[in-house]
């Protein structure tokens, strides 16, 4: 049971200290309850954009594919990058929640989006390096950025959803609105820069490299970003202090760059209530959203059994040419992003857990429309289809991700936020692994 704030002793709230000044705090007081809506519109704001920057640089590789496709046509970059990405991902956040209640959050995302923007400066570098030959040694080289981008997405993505998870739900909302514009953002760039160049002489690698350009910058925005700018938001404080007096170790280098130091605050919480010290174990965790943990793996092993590579390879050809796959892929991501603005209706939200599970369940008749569409309809459908992915994808990860954190304290949850990234990651591994099975009899 989460604690109130009012609840929490004098003594416990002396120990934060402002680095301005060496007055005492207390999370009771009227300057504590202003705080906690203080700044709100602006922290939603950062956290869309860091949101944008974990996914941006992952997404702009898979936008690319036309580009990868016809510098490596022999590999299908599509599925591959993405076959090789999800084992680096899933590998380092199982890691990472085995030792979540040790981990400095404020290290483990730094470094993930530190590493978004050096992994995607090497893509630019290795293509200029290179003069946009293709060839296997390249070919590998990108297929090792696309590991150290899983190692990032491990890092900054389950960092973020698990500190947010203790948070305003509507800081999570933006956060995961933020995941899913970076694929319409990427997109509707992809779009203008192939347009952009589509006559000039080697236009296709132009449009990529302006492309992986604004990328790179972006990324490196998200990097100033979090450093300096996050952790100094009023209600972004609130939260974190709000976790601090529940028992969450976590955060306190997050609060320190913040101007707020945390002063064995823990010890003396758990001094007044020894049961403080004790928090649901990981198994347990997982055990009591087993539910929710199942929908999050399935509602993305139907999604990258889908995406991108069937979209990229599979679907025939139609009056659109080479700009049928591109359109596919933004229908996706525009309607993905839309989705995850949804529940802000509260009539729309889905809160039912059965109700969650049998949309989930349910969603898996996508799978022969998508076949019998490609065989027999013409791209208007598949367009329709690929849209309702989409919007399917996006609503159910917001709901399943806001829904499952209520009712745990701050330590807990942000555990659970780290358990269903994993369940996530691990259902992305599996639908790309089984994205090849749409490859069969077709002489690959």
């Known amino acids: 049971m989460i604690r109130n704030l009012d609840s929490i002793p004098p003594a416990a709230s002396a120990t934060l200290l402002s680095d301005s000044e060496e007055s005492t705090m ?27 920057g974990c996914l941006f640089s992952w997404n702009s590789m898979l936008t690319i594919g036309d580009y990868y496709l016809a510098l490596f046509p022999r590999y299908h970059p599509s599925r591959v990058l993405t076959l090789v990405y999800q084992p680096f991902a899933l590998g380092t956040i199982a890691i990472l929640i085995y030792n979540e209640a040790k981990l400095n959050t404020r290290r483990r995302n730094l470094f993930g989006f530190w590493l978004f923007f050096l992994a995607t ?14 060839g296997i040694g390249t070919y590998i080289g990108i297929c090792i950025i696309s590991g150290a981008f899983g ?21 999570l909302q933006s956060f995961l609105a933020g995941l899913a514009a970076s694929g319409a953002i990427t997109s509707g760039l992809r779009l203008i820069t192939k347009a952009a160049f589509e006559n000039s002489q080697n236009g296709l690698r132009k449009g990529a490299i302006l492309f992986f350009a604004i990328c790179t910058s972006f990324e490196l925005l ?15 404080q609130y939260y974190r202090s709000k976790a601090a007096s529940e028992g969450c ?10 101007g707020v130091k945390v002063v064995d605050l823990v010890k003396k919480q758990v001094e007044e209530d020894p049961e403080l010290e004790q928090r649901l174990s990981n198994k347990v965790l997982f055990l009591k959203n087993i539910d929710y943990a199942i929908d999050m793996f399935l509602i993305y092993v139907l999604t990258l059994s889908i995406f991108p590579g069937f979209l990229s390879e599979d679907t025939g050809s139609h009056s659109l040419g080479e700009w049928y796959a591109l359109v596919l892929i933004a229908m996706y991501n525009v309607w993905d992003l839309i989705g995850r603005f949804v529940p802000l209706v509260k009539w729309l939200r889905m809160e039912s857990r059965k109700g969650l599970m049998i949309a989930t369940v349910g969603r898996f008749l996508l799978v022969p429309a998508f076949y019998f569409t490609a065989k027999y309809g013409d791209q208007g459908w598949m367009i329709m289809l690929t849209s309702f992915l989409g919007l399917s994808n996006g609503y159910l990860t917001v709901c399943v991700l806001t829904a499952a954190p209520k009712g745990y304290k701050g330590p807990e949850q942000n555990a659970l936020g780290n358990l269903l990234v994993f369940c996530l990651l691990g259902g992305i591994f599996a639908g790309v692994t089984l994205d090849w099975l749409w490859l069969i009899g077709k002489g690959w």
């Open 26 to 52: 207390s999370f009771s007081d009227a300057n504590a309850s202003s705080s906690k809506s203080e700044g709100k519109y602006a922290a939603m704001f950062v956290c869309w954009l860091l949101g944008i």
């Open 249 to 258: 170790t976590t955060v306190s280098s997050d609060l320190a760059a913040g």
């Open 121 to 134: 400066l090497l893509v630019l570098v290795l293509d200029l390096a290179t003069s946009g030959k293709g």
């Open 222 to 236: 998200c990097v100033l970003l979090y450093a300096f700018v996050f952790p100094k938001l009023p209600i972004i």
């Open 151 to 171: 190692v990032a997405d491990a890092h900054a993505q389950g960092g973020m959803i698990g500190d947010l998870s203790f948070m305003e739900p509507l800081l």
